[in-house]
């Protein structure tokens, strides 16, 4: 998936990636399974470990990437008063979204973190986890740090655009499923306002409202950083090659530096 769904905003560029030792419940294994199918089993992945780094290209609340993706009010509906006791009965928004809906079944916010890109560790780095974002220990920072040395050709997915100017993340129906019947299952509008990352961060987080420089899903958002990094002619497809990423954009040279200033989610 490329959106990191979060009450906080993450920083803008390379983010550890962290996997933990619990299970999702059966509702959201069920959803990952339709919506990304052939994922391998829980039992073959690595689990309480450092796996890999995703590059944060933006942050955006949900209501404003509902907008980019004609999310409109024609995909919203209302529970009946009284259904929800966990509110008072009072009626509960939800998203149904309507046939010429584009947006992501992978948007569930407050906060929608777009993920452009990412890398796989070639070893898994054992490492007690934490809740939210949390800053790697500096054992475990080293670790990492030595798997992404220029030496080690380390090598960076970038996730596929339809052209250099589009944004992501990618609109429905998803590529891999623009043939199948799977339909995106409703989801319950909660209203929660994203919460900013601690003090000290704010130079690497998007302000709150920030508005895209376009209402279209084509243009690269406002608050995308380094955007053109990611340049490449159109039609293109993102290879898995260190040049993809520029001097200003923490290149594969620097990317063991990266993480010594970057966090961890989990």
Known sequence: KDIEDRSVRLPIGWVALHTGKGRPDPQ???????????????????????????????????????????????????????????????????????????????????????????????????????????????????????????????????FERLCPAQALPRAWPLPWLANSHVVRDPLVLRGKRPRTLRSGQAEATVAFGSPAASSSPGVTSASTRHAAAFQHECPSTYHDTPEDIDSDDAPISDLARAVGERSCIG
């Open 28 to 158: 959201i294994g069920e959803a990952m399974r339709k919506f990304a199918p052939g994922l391998p089993l829980a039992a073959d992945c690595p689990a309480g470990a450092v796996v890999g780094l995703g590059w944060v290209e933006r942050a955006v609340p949900l209501a404003q990437l509902r907008d980019e993706y004609g999310c409109s009010d024609a995909c919203e509906t209302a529970t009946p008063r009284g259904s929800n006791p966990v509110d008072g009965g009072a009626p509960v928004r939800v998203l149904q979204h309507a046939a010429c809906c584009r947006l992501s079944p992978f948007a569930i916010g407050p906060m929608c973190n777009v993920i452009s890109a990412v890398i796989r560790l070639p070893v898994p780095v054992p490492c007690c986890g934490g809740l939210g974002r949390w800053d790697l220990p500096s054992h475990i920072r080293e670790r990492v740090a030595a798997q992404l040395a220029p030496e080690s050709n380390v090598k960076i997915l970038h």
